[in-house]
């Protein structure tokens, strides 16, 4: 972390705030999440349903101090350990102490910078592909749902990605649904 942050304590967002927000934030918590930021600044601390305190930050260096420097001393919530781990199964984002870094240890190999680079080719053909896509719209005059282009856009990217293929539009937008679907009724059981 950085000198002089390390004392400092975050904002914190009013929990009356919090709680008027509180069915909007289970539905879609990102545009809350991000009036928050833009509020509040890279770091702060929230309410989560007007009791649980949660922390946001965008700062790099806390979120490496966090996740690669000192992952020991934070721990996930029963949320995420107990919960979502029924749902999605025990993996990094559902696992603490020694089996999350022998998680981590298996997967790390995959994020190696020259790995990585090796990616910048097939997620640039897709970034293209899909601007000559917006570019044959735009000659059309036809509107786009950014928020479902982009969405696409990251699907197509990962199915490369991971499984060396690609998928049409239609195969995209039936498992975008699908990912939807599951994601709602993880919410409502939690």
Known sequence: MRSGSRDKTPPLVPRYLSLIRTAKFITNPIPILGDYLTRYGPTYLFHIGGFKRGFLTTDPEIIQHVLQKNHRNYRKSEIQTG????????????????????????IQPGFHRKRLSNLVDLINQEIALTVQQWKTASTDLLPLDMYREMHLLTFRIVARTLFSTGMNNAQMEQLSDQITQIQKFIVQQI
Do not use: K, M, V
């Open 83 to 106: 919960l979502f781990a029924h749902y999605i199964g025990r993996g990094l984002l559902t696992s603490d102490g020694d089996y999350w870094l022998q998680q981590r240890r298996l």
